[in-house]
């Protein structure tokens, strides 16, 4: 079992950045490929970022690509998503998730959630 808690979530104005963690308490966290998604108040879950085992390899949403940068730190079981150049369209729900071994870029290959933190840009 993995336990998902996110931080750093918040408002802050159009054009402005934020970074969001996510800490995994787990003592096997380098086993583990994460992930980042969203979710705004009447649409779907959307996928915005995920990282390999290692952090080798990331991948990310259109929506997001060039503006948001997932990182991991395996030593702090924490991975990171440093979010610039904020919109409205970024105001969602944002939650991390964790999926031991392979890495997903669908919800439902994600064993694991967090809570989920809110980020409101503000026009």
């Known amino acids: 079992q993995v336990h998902l808690v996110e931080s750093g979530g918040g408002l802050v104005q159009a054009g402005g950045s934020m970074r969001l963690s996510c800490a995994a308490s787990?003592?096997?966290?380098?086993?583990?490929?994460m992930g980042w998604f969203r979710q705004a108040p009447g649409k779907e879950r959307e996928f915005v970022a995920a990282?390999?085992?290692?952090?080798?390899?990331?991948y990310y949403g259109d929506s997001v690509n060039g503006r948001f940068t997932i990182s991991r730190d395996n030593a702090k079981s924490t991975v990171y998503l440093q979010m610039y150049s904020l919109n409205a369209e970024d105001t969602a729900v944002y939650s991390c998730?964790?999926?031991?071994?392979?890495?997903?870029?669908?919800?439902?290959?994600?064993?694991?959630w967090g809570q989920g933190t809110q980020v409101t840009v503000s026009s």
């Open positions: 998730a964790a999926n031991r071994i392979f890495i997903g870029l669908k919800a439902n290959e994600y064993a694991y």
């Open positions: 787990t003592e096997n966290f380098g086993n583990y490929a």
């Open positions: 990282i390999t085992r290692n952090g080798g390899h990331t």
